[in-house]
């Protein structure tokens, strides 16, 4: 078959994979092929175990792979074969030298400028798929076209808005698609060619369009403003907590007001996951270089705001555990950073599970999807840590239990039978606040929801 086009992506990760088998599968007549350095995951992309778990993506992949999506890892081959080359590399924040602990890191990404300069033979689109820094277009066109080579490269901004766990149902229904790109004529003509990828599925009033800085910007602004409700209804969980106001109560309260809207406003142990700290901190790091430490500190303190309600939870066991988590096992329900899917970056589960253990607790973890990626996070910790797929397994013997993920099943198990299988007094620490706790309290338990009174019998 002759297709209309080819699309590459360099990069095969929770964008990549999704994104890339969506578009293959709206679109039959464009080749979509998927590259990445790590052939481990070229390799389980092209398997029955794909390297990311995400609901409705092993069926996308298995109706599109070998038909119009092919996954590879000759990036050299493929480059000088495509139209359109989406970039979706990781830009984690940078540890070392300036900014470091701020700053986006920008190594992975610059490579495959340099890359693509290297092996294009013809004109291509280059879509910055990665979140990056306002600006960063700039500097790709200028690596692009700082040598003798002729090649006409236009680079445009396509952020992407999924979130994990949901990033099928958001890619094939998104709320918008943005597409960033230069007003001049190649600029607009190019923006044009996106436009008539995404016009497939995506309902016209959709696909919007910007300047490429306020493309760019976008990304980062909308997973501040993400971010920033979680840490607004999280610092009046501890002002609940103090007053017994019921955290459930207030956000149905202030939801219901139109202009502020219900969603996000579930109270928690902090957000984690890849991308809203390290966007955040690039965003403040962009404010102080400009000289806006006002507008940075602001931001600042939605991270700051986080790492305290991981900071309170932890206090709030040991002060509830009587002072001393010596010894006592404690199972994790849960070590995803949400439900839905086996990532675990940035979850908060690895910071609370580093806490225990330096309080000397012995820790069992389950978890659905996410016992490898626990393994992997907790690797050489000094403690005692078991990983445990069945929540009864894992909870029997346990003098508590602190629910980590809003995994469905957790709120549907038989805690009669668990608090039975447990140590007494038993303790649930809900983390998430997805458990009946009336019904817990009644069992037996002593229970300590997030910005509720807690239930306890003595
Ligand atoms: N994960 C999300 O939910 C999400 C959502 C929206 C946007 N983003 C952004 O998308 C980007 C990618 O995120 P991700 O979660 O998919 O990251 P990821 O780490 O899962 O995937 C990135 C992949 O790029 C590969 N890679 C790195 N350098 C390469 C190179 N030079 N050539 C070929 N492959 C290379 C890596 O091996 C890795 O497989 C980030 O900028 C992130 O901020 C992520």
Not at 192 to 209: F, G, Q
Request: a neutral charge; aromatic letters at 10%; hydrophobic letters at 40%.
């Amino acid at each position: 078959m002759t297709f209309k086009k080819a699309i590459l992506c360099i990069g095969a990760g929770y964008v990549g994979g999704p994104t890339m088998a969506l578009i293959a599968f709206k679109c039959p007549q464009y080749k979509v092929t998927v590259v990445d350095i790590d052939p481990k995951r070229i390799a389980q992309w092209k398997s029955d175990n794909l390297p990311i778990y995400e609901p409705g993506l092993d069926e996308i992949v298995k109706a599109t792979r070998g038909r119009n999506l092919f996954f590879s890892t000759e990036i050299e081959r493929e480059i000088k074969e495509s139209d359109i080359i989406f970039v979706s590399v990781n830009t984690p924040t940078k540890m070392f030298g300036a900014g470091s602990g701020m700053a986006a890191d920008l190594q992975y990404w610059e490579k495959t400028a340099r890359q693509i300069r290297e092996y294009a033979e013809s004109k291509k689109i280059i879509v910055e798929k990665s979140t990056l820094p306002v600006k960063t277009a700039l500097a790709m066109e200028r690596i692009l076209t700082s040598t003798e080579n002729e090649v006409h490269f236009e680079v445009l901004s396509n952020p992407e808005f999924l979130a994990e766990g949901t990033a099928i149902k958001d890619l094939e229904n998104p709320d918008r698609v943005l597409i960033g790109s230069r007003e001049t004529p190649s600029g607009l003509k190019a923006r044009d060619e996106l436009i008539e990828i995404y016009a497939n599925w995506v309902p016209k009033e959709r696909i919007i369009t910007s300047n490429v800085w306020s493309s760019e910007l976008s990304k980062l602004v909308a997973n501040a403003f993400l971010a920033q409700r979680i840490s607004s209804i999280n610092s009046i969980t501890a002002l609940c907590e103090k007053t017994d106001a019921d955290i459930l109560e207030v956000a149905q309260a202030v939801g219901m007001d139109s202009r502020v809207g219900s969603k996000f406003l579930n109270a928690s142990v902090g957000f984690g996951g890849s991308c809203f700290k390290k966007d955040i901190l690039n965003l403040v790091y962009l404010c102080r270089h400009y000289g806006l430490n006002e507008v940075a500190d602001y931001w600042e303190g939605v991270v700051r705001i986080n790492n305290y309600q991981k900071d309170r939870f932890i206090l709030n066991m040991l002060s509830a555990m009587f002072n001393t988590l010596a010894g006592k096992k404690i199972c994790l329900f849960g070590f995803s950073y949400k439900a839905n899917t086996g990532d675990t970056r940035e979850s908060p589960a690895i910071f609370i599970a580093r806490k225990l253990i330096e309080e000397k607790a012995e820790l069992v973890i389950t978890d659905p999807k996410a016992l490898n990626n626990a393994m992997i996070d907790l690797n050489g910790i000094d403690g005692k840590v078991s990983y445990v797929e069945d929540p009864y397994e894992a909870s029997s013997g346990c003098d508590a239990i602190a629910v980590m993920t809003e995994w469905e099943i957790y709120a549907n198990l038989d805690f009669k039978k668990i608090y039975k299988s447990m140590a007494k007094p038993a303790f649930i620490f809900d983390g998430r606040n997805i458990l009946d706790h009336k019904r817990l309290y009644e069992i037996g338990f002593n229970v300590f929801p997030i910005g509720k009174p807690a239930l306890t019998h003595f």
